[in-house]
């Protein structure tokens, strides 16, 4: 993996190829469409569903430890297992897994490099079967909160200029000319961004295979826009998946210490009364 | 079953950037339509073909690019 800070937390698809039957690793697709998982997947791996399993259903939160430490028991996952996570839309939802499993503390988590695209796209062995897998016990640490920011943090973070904030939504969403991604439902009452955040696509860190580019590509990327590390970053999208995928990037494959993936995101800046909001396009960093 | 004749390509569903991705799994072709700059999926169809897989996904994407609310900033 190519000067990555931390390149442990990634692997190829061939890696998994040739591990999907290791006992000590478990092989998770979490998609943003639940139903890809149905069509085909990695033979072996488990789905996990972001919408019921991932999340409390019943209070908007990420899921609870009780539940996260059933969900890796039932999918035969223990405290040294190595999981490996992938999805669609070259990981979106996976990353937003990763980021929960290190939040309750596990040690080993990577995500296949690519996603779900460039296996298919590779002509890989697919199956429809949900594996058997025997039952393990899970015991979760944490949480640990300094990976994810709450509002006050966010409104602090703005007030203080302490923090580099990160916009990862697509550019007609940071502007404000579109309320969502085109042709999913309005989640907002007011569009545009957080003022004073950067705009940086999510997908600008992606090769068009799906696979993530290389540390001197993305640290070109975010330097030009004046992320550097230098102070700590929060970064954002509509619903916070997007935001795990740059989280992901910033702490694992550059190294930032201090990154920090603001969950709430715009469903709740863009609802929130008396929210400051900026629109429009804003000036390259350093203009 | 292995995937294949994988595809990509770009087109244009009611002034909006689409991406179909396309495949068979045995006898029948699959279809994904995402949009392209955020990535969401759009539709997922099957067909006997890729012609109709993917006309179906792009009917469904264009319903529901259509309601997207362009506003002026």
Known sequence: ?287 | MKVEEYQERKTEVAGWPVNLASYRLGSVYHCKADNVSPGAALARTTGSTREEAEQKALDRAGQLLARTQVRAV
């Open chain 1, 1 to 287: 993996m190519p000067n990555y800070a931390h390149p442990e937390t990634l692997v190829s698809t061939d890696w998994v190829a040739q591990h999907a039957s290791d006992p000590n690793v478990r092989i998770v697709e979490v998609d943003v469409d639940t139903k890809a998982y149905d069509e085909g997947h990695v033979p072996g791996a488990m789905g996990w569903a972001w919408n019921s399993q991932l999340c409390d259903t019943l209070r908007r939160d990420i899921l609870p430890k009780a539940q996260l430490e059933q969900l890796l028991g039932s999918s035969g996952i223990a405290n040294d297992t190595t999981v490996v996570i992938y999805g669609d839309n070259n990981n979106w939802f996976a990353a937003w897994a990763l980021w929960q499993l290190k939040i309750y503390g596990h040690k080993d988590v990577r995500l296949m490099n690519g996603g779900r695209k460039k296996w298919l796209a590779e002509g890989r062995e697919i199956s429809t079967e949900a594996p058997k897998v025997a039952a393990a016990t899970y015991r979760a640490t944490g949480p640990d909160n300094s990976l994810r920011a709450f509002l006050p943090q966010v409104q602090a973070a703005l007030e203080g200029g302490t923090h580099a904030l990160v916009d990862v939504r697509s550019p007609q969403e940071f502007t404000g000319e579109i309320l969502a991604p085109p042709g999913l439902p309005e989640t907002c009452q007011r569009g545009g961004h957080i003022p004073g955040a950067r705009s940086i696509p999510w997908g600008k860190a992606c090769n068009d295979d799906g696979t993530f580019k290389s540390a001197d590509e993305l640290q070109a990327l975010y330097g030009g826009e004046g992320v550097d590390g230098s102070k700590p970053v929060i970064a954002y999208c509509r619903i916070g998946e997007r935001s795990s995928h740059t989280w992901y990037v910033l702490k694992y494959l550059l190294g930032f210490d201090k990154v920090i993936n603001y969950d709430g995101s715009w469903t709740e800046w863009g609802n929130l009364v008396g929210a400051p909001v900026e629109k429009g396009a804003v000036a390259k960093a350093n203009a």
